[in-house]
DNA sequence: AGATATTTTTGTAATTAATATAAATAGATA
DNA sequence: TATCTATTTATATTAATTACAAAAATATCT
């Protein structure tokens, strides 16, 4: 496996992750890291982005429609909002539950697992209470 | 909003995915369809496929790469092996998973969670242990 | 620093998954 | 049967992502 080599390309592309709470597509991080890097290359955007989740320097969220990225690297979970499709954290005790399923399930070994919550965020059913 | 007309097809397809365990993408549905509609459309599967889901009667599992269907109503989860990418069903007890969370979340009403397991199938243990 | 080796980027093309559209067909209703 | 409306088919299109080759950037060695 061929080493990493430094690019300021990957680089500005993990500090705009972390500066962001909202968990971008690869799409807007291309959009944005376009002021610093006029000339940047989707193509780079993906592979970077890919190589961030290889390292476990960020994480892939994947959901319906694109993929989003996520740099915070403490264990949580997702919530999607069903009317506006924002992502948010979910900073949710849920800590055993893989564990818990492994001892329970014998059809392989479990090693973790994603959550993702849905419903209505704050914003949106402060807009559909005022309606 | 239109009333929903019988199909030939749309039945098939339903039957079809109640006839699997292993949660068949749009595209393997379309592959075997054929068999008994020689000129069906992948757009007549894709289309059908998201009508029942409408309706309730079978549900979607987002995750990576293609989307996959599945026919069996109660509820439960899934477990994907990361190495031969299978899907098999969990029945694990974690009814009330969402409604705590929804408690305890102030950013916005929990309306249901996906969990989506991963590990090693016993298949794939297998096949690494003999090796 | 200069030369060399290897990785990364860029620009573009290709692929995959899914959706859209319009004419033809099939199902429902009277 | 006649008519209305939903569905299918065939095809085109969009969206998300990956692949590739030449050029540029980074690391290593002397």
Same mark, same amino acid.
Request: glycine share 0%; aromatic share 0%; proline share 25%.
């Given at each position: 496996m061929a080493a990493l080599k430094y690019s300021r390309q990957r680089e500005s592309i993990k500090n705009y992750l972390c500066s962001r709470?909202?968990? @971008?597509?690869a799409d807007m991080v291309y959009t944005d890291i376009r002021r610093e890097f @006029?000339?940047?290359s989707l193509g780079t955007v993906y592979r970077n982005l890919s190589l961030l989740v290889e390292t476990g320097e960020i994480r892939k969220i994947t959901m319906d429609g694109a993929d989003r990225f996520d740099a915070k690297t403490t264990p949580h979970h997702h919530f999607t909002c069903r009317k506006c499709g924002c992502v948010l954290d979910v900073m949710a005790p849920v800590e055993n539950l893989a564990e818990t399923v492994d001892e329970a399930w014998e059809y392989g070994d479990v090693e973790g697992c994603r959550i993702e919550f849905y419903g209505i965020c704050s914003r949106c059913k402060k807009i559909l209470n005022e309606a």
């Open positions: 709470e909202d968990h @971008p597509t @006029p000339n940047i």
